[in-house]
């Protein structure tokens, strides 16, 4: 059997009620929205308040990780390799925590969920892991904001804003 390189079949994020957050299918095995819907409701059952990172559920190899109010799933197919999962669901909640300054919970998820699609692009394209490094996942997709820029990096617009906003801030208190 030759190797296969799309490793991946679906990276998706489900809330505490088991209700879908995010889901990207790379597989024609779910060929409907329905058996997607199905597929995630019995792996929401399977995994909800359990302690195990790794599991088989239809025939897939799922790996998951919790937060919040959150589940983290990568799921390949039963012959994947659980190491290669496992970075890859790490990958990804890494790059999920650095772009909601790791406040992973649903409202935050949701307001940043453009760059949290983007993030879940620049790591899976078509069910192959493109990248295992979050910091340059999220260096490619999510701006820096101003007050992270370096002071030598600043315009000297920005830097009279941020001074702007600090004194202001000290006035208030």
Same mark, same amino acid.
């Given at each position: 059997?030759?190797?296969?390189? /799309? ?14 957050? *995010?889901? /990207? ?7 409907? !929205? ?8 019995? *792996?929401? /059952?399977?995994?909800? $308040? ?7 559920? $239809?025939?897939?190899? !799922?790996?998951? /990780? ?14 994947e390799n659980e190491l290669i999962l496992v970075n890859t ?19 935050? !998820? ?43 990096? $600043?315009?000297?617009? $920005? ?15």
């Amino acid at each position: 059997m030759f190797p296969d390189l /799309k490793s991946l079949k679906a990276l998706v994020i489900l809330d505490n009620n088991g209700e879908r957050v *995010l889901a /990207k299918y790379y597989d024609k095995h779910f060929s409907t !929205v329905k058996d997607m819907q199905d597929f995630e409701r019995n *792996l929401f /059952k399977k995994t909800y $308040q359990t302690d195990f990172e790794i599991i088989a559920c $239809q025939g897939l190899t !799922v790996c998951y /990780k919790s937060s919040i109010d959150l589940l983290f799933y990568v799921i390949g197919s039963s012959d994947e390799n659980e190491l290669i999962l496992v970075n890859t669901l790490e990958t990804f909640f890494d790059t999920v925590s650095a772009i909601v300054r790791k406040n992973v919970e649903k409202k935050a !998820v949701f307001d940043k969920m453009d760059y949290i699609i983007l993030a879940a692009d620049e790591l899976i394209e078509a069910g192959v892991v493109m990248e295992d490094e979050s910091e340059g996942i999220v260096g490619r997709v999510y701006p820096r904001p101003e007050a992270d820029i370096p002071l030598s990096e $600043q315009t000297m617009t $920005q830097v009279l804003q941020n001074a702007r906003e600090g004194f202001k801030w000290t006035l208030l208190r």
